[in-house]
């Protein structure tokens, strides 16, 4: 069986050195595909593909940028659209690219998401054989799918880090082949629109969203990805380095791939230290604790540095709004249970447990 990496970047090159270095230490023979949209990929990662550290070097089609979401000049949901169309581009032709090979299984990644283990990297692809799986995800999964005010949860919500998949099976299924433009842009965030995708494209009974464990810089138990997330289940680690004040970004990576845990100690007290008046600053704003534990360290500097009055009264407005919503719209903690219970597919479908396996 073949393994081969589809690895999306734009600038983080240093990152993707450190990547390919260790995926190319492990003892399997790995194909390492790279799809980057930066204007000199090519000079900076020729030499890479010439001596077979990149086996392929593939150049998306091309999306505008439309500038900075920071700067206010009417064009802020176009900026986010251009964004999101080009995000989810650039991985869909990574993904792609490999069905021009002879892998047999896929795993996306950005440059900095990065596996530490080899075992736990085949343990998770034979896990999504296991089951007859065709593409194995990891995201919200699909109970906010019963959420009657949320536009982005029709399919799920799918991350785009360490997407596993079986490329012959989803080449002939014709699975990355689509154009981001045509997936109600206007509606879909980069999440949403994996998940429209694969639900349409592979549908429930060959998605599996495999389990998690993941952790933030503390240890506590955390979804969000930016700025530190560490799945201790599979081992891959996500450090967004550009989130993070000063070095602490790179600190924490070299420290993670040689397993100091002493080291990532030290810095989770010192970014403590640095975001305490920020984190203080925003509860009064009206931010709720699970908002703020979201937010990266930087977003954090830069909302509190541009608050107005405006600002802190639709804070507390949305979060009433979010309250009411809670209570009056539960959402089902298991939507295979839902399934079962409420939706009675077995009967429908006469089948047992259909939708056992989804998770």
Known sequence: MKIGFAITLYDKFEELKQLVKIIRSWKGDYHISVCCNHPDAYYILGQAVESGE?????????????????????????????????????????????EATDCDIGVHLHSDAWFLSEDKLRELVQAMIGRKKRVAVRGRGLEDTFNPFSSCTTFGNVDDHAIVWDVRWCKDYKVFDFRPEALLYHKNNIHSMWGLVFGVKVGLDNLWYYPTEMIDMHGNSNRSLSPFNLDLKWELLHVNRNTLPDTIGKQLQDALVVGDVVTWGILALELDKWEYPYVLALKHFGYSKKQIDNMPPMLKK????SMTIKQVFKNYKHRITDYLITKLFPIPKDIRTWYKEQGCIDEIVGEVNWTGDIY
């Not at 990149?54 to 439309?66: E, G, K, M, S, T």
């Not at 979401?69 to 990574?94: L, M, P, Q």
Request: glycine share 6%; net charge positive.
């Open 54 to 98: 990149i086996d392929d070097l593939v150049n998306p089609r091309h999306i505008a940028q439309l500038g900075e979401w920071t700067v206010k000049d009417g064009k802020g949901k176009a900026k986010a659209f251009a964004h999101n169309i080009r995000c989810v581009e650039n991985v869909r032709a990574s993904c792609q690219a490999l």
């Open 302 to 305: 830069q909302i509190c540095d």
